[in-house]
Every structure is written in structure tokens, then in C-alpha cells.
């Protein structure tokens, strides 16, 4: 799946790739759980229909953001991950809750992630990135 570019701006490119809603919660969501299968994402609480979750994870897996892999107990299911490409959008969604912070109300168990956060925010990030790469599952 080719995504179409708007423009050659930097910014306009990214938002091509991850640029909706819906994407940047399945990143979200795989973030925060590593692996999810088809059915996790129909669970969030944003209640996205199948066929937009069908074409973001398959535009999602087109430009290295996620990847699928064979479900350990089901033949008939597949979990997906980030990528490290994926994994290295953790900043970007950091700046997003630190925002949303101080212009929304946060639940409180975001409340308490954004403490950690602010106590040191790049040692922060890189422990995170390190921890999300150090649990990629790599396909046999």
C-alpha cells in the first residue's frame, strides 16, 4: 500500500503515515500491551469499526510501523507489534500526553505515567525505548 504524499514537508509525510486518529491509538495500545491481536484493538474503549481497523493495520504494517506474527494458540489469529520504527515514535506519543496534561483532564493512572515522565523525561524515553526493543518477538 503506498501512502500518497501531500507535500515534501517532513511533518506532512508523518502524518500521512500515522497522522489519524486511529493510528496513533493502535501505537498507543501496542505500546503499552507489545502484542495485540485483531480482536484487542475491537475492545479500546474508542470503539473502532472493523473495516477502519482493517485498513489501518494494514497501512500501518505497509510503512514498517507494525508487524504481524503467528499467534502461539491460534492458527486463526495474529498478534501485532511495533517494529523498531514503531517503537521510536515512543517520544512523539510522550509529548502527546504531556500536552493533553496540561490542556485535558487525564485519568489518574495517566496522572501517575506522566509523573514518571517529568521527574526525568529523555532518561525516560530511553529506558522505554529500550525496554519495548528489548520484547520484540522476532518472527522464526
Not at 502527546?96 to 496522572?111: E, F, M, N
Request: glycine share 4%.
Amino acid at each position: 500500500m503506498d501512502t500518497k504524499r501531500r507535500s515534501d514537508c517532513p511533518i506532512s509525510c508523518s502524518l500521512d503515515i500515522w497522522g489519524d486518529k486511529w493510528s496513533l491509538l493502535i501505537i498507543r495500545d501496542l505500546m503499552f500491551a507489545m502484542q495485540c491481536t485483531y480482536g484487542d484493538f475491537l475492545k479500546s474503549e474508542e470503539k473502532i469499526a472493523t473495516n477502519i481497523l482493517a485498513n489501518r493495520l494494514q497501512m500501518l504494517e505497509a510503512n514498517g510501523i507494525i508487524t504481524k506474527l503467528t499467534h502461539p494458540e491460534s492458527k486463526a489469529k495474529v498478534l501485532y507489534q511495533l517494529t523498531e520504527k514503531g517503537i521510536d515514535l515512543l517520544p512523539l506519543m510522550v509529548e502527546i500526553h504531556l500536552w493533553a496534561d496540561k490542556y485535558s483532564v487525564i485519568p489518574p493512572g495517566r496522572k501517575e505515567f506522566l509523573k514518571e515522565v517529568k521527574k526525568d523525561k529523555e532518561a525516560f524515553i530511553k529506558s522505554g525505548i529500550k525496554e519495548l526493543k528489548k520484547k520484540l518477538v522476532k518472527e522464526a
